[in-house]
């Protein structure tokens, strides 16, 4: 099978770093990702696009770009770039896309964005012809949400996927949702259910870390953030696909980190996880 992947841009997001980086304190994460006057920080949304025997399936963390640009209501308004912007650039459009893998459910979406929700005008999803692959667990939590999380679940984006009727929701037993070459790691740390996509290239496999591990940064056990379900069983579901991809020599896309796109691992003499082989940007990646 031919196949090759790129990142995209999707956007980005700003959030409060202390919530971002959760316990870790802000001497140490100020230094990593350096917050402005409010402690608010910026972080890119990174999505991947997978091109395989003339199929196109992208891979999101999250549902913030799945919904379609705010029209501009003048001239003078700045055109944001996003995710289709990223696409046009690869020559590709809203129907050229086969599949969409959202690897969980969670939209931090814009105060703008927010406020059009609210007046009943969410903007439709994107993609109209693909299917919409997500975890059956992840699914089943966005429908019924704990208070702690429920902010992170937009009402609209669940309809309209409901609705779609192109909803495809695996669990542990799928296989061969994607074709040959593809595995899914499930994790419980972050969001109960959370999907992370195992990619076959004839280099090794390519894991898109999703909100497990959203930058370098996060390499470390003991950093998490805010968002966390389940930190203890964050820092165990980090460990184990680390050590997988230390032992199969593998790659991690890493869907958040400001300057790092992929990186392989490896684990020094004090069991500290580093990052190698780094690149910015991928485009049309196969090796």
Known sequence: MNRSISTLSSGSRTLDGGVLFGSTPR???????????????????RALLVQ???????????????????PRTCRCQKHTHG???????????????HAVVLTHLHALVSTELRHAIQDGDAPRLLFPTARYITGRRHWQRALRPHPRDRSLFVSPILGQLQVSERLELIDEASDDV????????????HTPGQLLPEIDLPGGCV???????????????EVGSGFDRNPECLADEKERLLDHLVAKR????????????????????????????????????DT
């Open 83 to 97: 995710l289709l912007d990223s696409l046009a650039r690869h020559g590709l459009g809203e129907n050229d896309i």
């Open 178 to 189: 994607l074709g040959s070459g593809w595995r899914f790691h499930f994790s419980d740390g």
């Open 250 to 285: 593998g790659r991690l896309v890493l869907a958040r980190d400001p300057e790092v796109a992929m990186i392989k691992v490896m684990r020094d003499r004090k069991a500290r996880y580093t990052p190698y082989d780094q690149y910015a940007r991928l485009q049309s990646f």
């Open 207 to 221: 894991v898109f870390a999703g909100d497990l591990i959203p930058g370098t940064h996060w390499l470390c056990l």
């Open 52 to 70: 395989q025997d003339g199929k196109n399936i992208l891979v999101l963390a999250g549902t913030d770009a799945l919904l379609a640009p705010l």
């Open 27 to 45: 001497k140490d994460w100020a230094g990593w990702i350096k917050p402005d006057h409010e402690n608010q920080v910026q972080l890119p949304s």
